[in-house]
């Protein structure tokens, strides 16, 4: 909870942000791209492009929390750029309060920054070395020309009181700072306008894990006393589920499952995101001598300049058949509130069962798959649909441990089974 220096605070000029009501979408994001071109030779001519976000769909409600997760390199700090504007889009649209903003110049874009700001990674490159904690954060103030109630400077040791510091602390410069203390100037600096949106860019990253919670814990406090509305882009997925309403995972500049929080981590549909979640540890003694059902994914993301046809994790997915690799799957709602792009999702029914034929790929990725997650994931799969569909005389006889094989995952005796890799 918040100390009393940070509700003292809020209560001393903090106003809550009530234009939109909860519920209401604040932002909206339709086909959202960013390529960045390759040039190459003397005259500098464009030979391809860096496909870093490559469409992009979602809204984001009004005091609700975004979380977006993904492997590094997948979109999500270009992500976060776009919707703040701070990069140009290649294509789409984003919306804010039903205002277009995708090509808006710097002039038109002035009043929007009042609105929507950002928390940067670094909290050591993101601040200026050669000015005092003041002047970082009476920056904003200046920039907009907005003189607050009382003056900058007791404006600026409120906001310093808000997120925990030392008011007297005005006129010490960053390096005098620990990297919590320099992210809570930076998270000061980002709410001295008021905004109604903060986009967070692994906001706690670079910081020890006992500051990570600090950190985490003044941003949740913060949203509930301010009525904020976050986007938080991270890496870490039980800070995202600590802290988000909604989760979105990312792939190769795409979103791949869109859900609510309990419903992505109770039931997750993507292969992929079944992987990310098999990789979080679970602090528990008593499991130390426990089977480890993490699934190892093979090899590394594919190169952005030249994605994968298809679905773009067909490459390293156990569960790859042919039209995984011809034909992009489209982000459906297949259960209410989570959407998933796969035609063979986990937790729910096959949406290509005629297609049974597992990949090369999909064979060598399932090695590195536990048996026990093999089994459960064979619910579902487009490599079982074929023993659904058979005769009784076609149907291997059902025995104790699954493996998969050429068309279908059938049982086979534990003795001759393949060794799995752990």
């Given at each position: 909870m918040a100390n009393s220096a940070q509700r003292e605070g809020v209560a001393a000029g903090a106003t809550l942000n009530r234009d939109a009501a909860p519920g209401e979408t604040l932002l909206k994001v339709t086909g959202l791209q960013k390529h960045f071109p390759i040039r190459k030779g003397l005259l500098q001519r464009q030979v391809g492009a860096v496909r870093a976000v490559d469409g992009l769909d979602f809204e984001v409600k009004s005091g609700e929390t975004l979380g977006v997760v993904g492997e590094s390199g997948c979109g999500k700090s270009t992500m976060g750029r776009l919707i703040t504007r701070l990069l140009e889009p290649t294509a789409g649209k984003v919306e804010f309060e039903g205002k277009d903003i995708t090509h808006l110049g710097v002039g038109a874009m002035r009043p929007m920054r009042r609105d929507v700001q950002m928390i940067f990674q670094d909290p050591y490159s993101s601040l200026n070395p050669r000015h005092t904690i003041g002047t970082i954060i009476s920056a904003p103030f200046k920039l907009q020309g907005v003189t607050p109630e009382g003056g900058v400077k007791k404006e600026v040791q409120r906001l310093l009181s808000v997120v925990g510091l030392n008011p007297e602390h005005y006129n010490r410069y960053p390096h005098e700072f620990s990297g919590g203390q320099r992210q809570r100037i930076g998270i000061a600096r980002a709410l001295a306008l008021n905004p109604k949106m903060v986009v967070a860019d692994e906001p706690v990253s670079a910081l020890d894990v006992s500051i990570q919670a600090q950190v985490v814990n003044l941003l949740?406090?913060?949203?509930?006393?301010?009525?904020?509305?976050?986007?938080?882009?991270?890496?870490?997925?039980?800070?995202?589920?600590?802290?988000?309403?909604?989760?979105a995972v990312m792939y190769l500049g795409k979103i791949v499952e869109l859900a609510d929080r309990d419903s992505l981590y109770k039931a997750p549909m993507h292969p992929y995101t079944k992987a990310l979640m098999s990789a979080v540890p679970i602090p528990d003694p008593r499991r130390k001598?426990?089977?480890?059902?993490?699934?190892?994914?093979?090899?590394?993301?594919?190169?952005?300049?030249?994605?994968?046809?298809?679905?773009?994790?067909?490459?390293?997915?156990?569960?790859?058949?042919?039209?995984?690799?011809?034909?992009?799957?489209?982000l459906l709602e297949l259960k209410p509130g989570q959407q998933v792009a796969c035609h063979h999702p986990e937790n729910f029914e096959d949406q290509a069962p005629q297609d049974?034929?597992?990949?090369?790929?999909?064979?060598?990725?399932?090695?590195?798959?536990?048996?026990?997650?093999?089994?459960?994931?064979?619910?579902?799969?487009?490599?079982?649909?074929?023993?659904?569909?058979?005769?009784?005389?076609?149907?291997?006889?059902?025995?104790?441990?699954?493996?998969?094989?050429e068309t279908s995952a059938v049982a086979a005796p534990e003795d001759e089974a393949p060794a799995k890799e752990k």
């Amino acid at each position: 909870m918040a100390n009393s220096a940070q509700r003292e605070g809020v209560a001393a000029g903090a106003t809550l942000n009530r234009d939109a009501a909860p519920g209401e979408t604040l932002l909206k994001v339709t086909g959202l791209q960013k390529h960045f071109p390759i040039r190459k030779g003397l005259l500098q001519r464009q030979v391809g492009a860096v496909r870093a976000v490559d469409g992009l769909d979602f809204e984001v409600k009004s005091g609700e929390t975004l979380g977006v997760v993904g492997e590094s390199g997948c979109g999500k700090s270009t992500m976060g750029r776009l919707i703040t504007r701070l990069l140009e889009p290649t294509a789409g649209k984003v919306e804010f309060e039903g205002k277009d903003i995708t090509h808006l110049g710097v002039g038109a874009m002035r009043p929007m920054r009042r609105d929507v700001q950002m928390i940067f990674q670094d909290p050591y490159s993101s601040l200026n070395p050669r000015h005092t904690i003041g002047t970082i954060i009476s920056a904003p103030f200046k920039l907009q020309g907005v003189t607050p109630e009382g003056g900058v400077k007791k404006e600026v040791q409120r906001l310093l009181s808000v997120v925990g510091l030392n008011p007297e602390h005005y006129n010490r410069y960053p390096h005098e700072f620990s990297g919590g203390q320099r992210q809570r100037i930076g998270i000061a600096r980002a709410l001295a306008l008021n905004p109604k949106m903060v986009v967070a860019d692994e906001p706690v990253s670079a910081l020890d894990v006992s500051i990570q919670a600090q950190v985490v814990n003044l941003l949740d406090d913060l949203q509930q006393e301010l009525g904020l509305t976050y986007v938080i882009i991270a890496h870490d997925l039980s800070v995202v589920r600590h802290v988000s309403d909604r989760i979105a995972v990312m792939y190769l500049g795409k979103i791949v499952e869109l859900a609510d929080r309990d419903s992505l981590y109770k039931a997750p549909m993507h292969p992929y995101t079944k992987a990310l979640m098999s990789a979080v540890p679970i602090p528990d003694p008593r499991r130390k001598s426990a089977k480890s059902e993490r699934i190892l994914l093979q090899g590394d993301v594919p190169s952005p300049i030249s994605p994968p046809s298809g679905c773009r994790f067909h490459t390293r997915c156990w569960k790859a058949t042919e039209i995984c690799k011809t034909t992009e799957p489209p982000l459906l709602e297949l259960k209410p509130g989570q959407q998933v792009a796969c035609h063979h999702p986990e937790n729910f029914e096959d949406q290509a069962p005629q297609d049974t034929v597992l990949l090369t790929v999909a064979k060598q990725a399932a090695e590195l798959v536990a048996d026990e997650v093999l089994a459960e994931s064979a619910a579902t799969s487009a490599a079982v649909a074929a023993e659904v569909t058979a005769t009784p005389a076609e149907k291997p006889a059902v025995t104790e441990k699954p493996v998969v094989t050429e068309t279908s995952a059938v049982a086979a005796p534990e003795d001759e089974a393949p060794a799995k890799e752990k």
